[in-house]
């Protein structure tokens, strides 16, 4: 993608409360397994508008590290917090989620939904493993095949945006050779791609006679239209999928 491009895609969405599919229930049933104290320390990594790290913060006592490279982001979040009451226990980090700033074994929990993509499932599982104290865990979402074979249309699409992209039990069998515990895995509701969807077509037809006289504009939003569709036709070859994984005591 294009620095202009990349800038497009900001601006598109800087309006948007979801950057990708999500789902409060989801999230819940994740965080479900994992007890957390006070004491705590929870990294939310690539947390984007923050939705799923006002849910760790309201539903668990731990402190939560919002990391993201988009400093308005983090501002915005900040913001929200404290319009919910739940912002002393909320630190923001400008933070590369392929470098992040945490020392070994100082972490009890990773969160990281519809990110790790950018830097690839398997790097992000490596890098992050030894910031987490034995017993620790990581949950993360990411996009996978749910059939062996998709159709081509579906294939030519991940094949462009995510070469990396596999089956649900290959990303079970990567966490496991990355040196962690599978505790859950499952897939994300159609639900939660459609209210992730449902604001990006709304948004697209704002901007359709805005953006008219823009050529790279209008290839932005004929792309994202394209995504829409493939999905709504597709959906049930692909998705996300929720891991729930721990590091071993020993």
Known sequence: MSESTEAVMVEFFKDLELLGPADPASTGRALSSIVLTSDSVVVDVGCGT????LQLLEETPATVVATDMQQSLLNQLQRLAAQRGVSDRLKIERADMAALPFEP???DLLWCEAAIYNIGYEQGLRA?????RAGG???VSEIAYFVESPPEAVQEFWQAEYPAITTQSRLEELAKECGYVVLDSFRLPKSAWESYYGPVEERIAALQKVWREDPERQQVLAALQSEVDLFRRYGDTYGYVFLVLEKPVS
Do not use: Y
């Open 137 to 139: 865990h990581l949950c």
């Open 50 to 53: 923050g939705r799923q790290t």
């Open 128 to 132: 992050w493993l030894p910031m987490l």
């Open 105 to 107: 074994e100082s972490l």
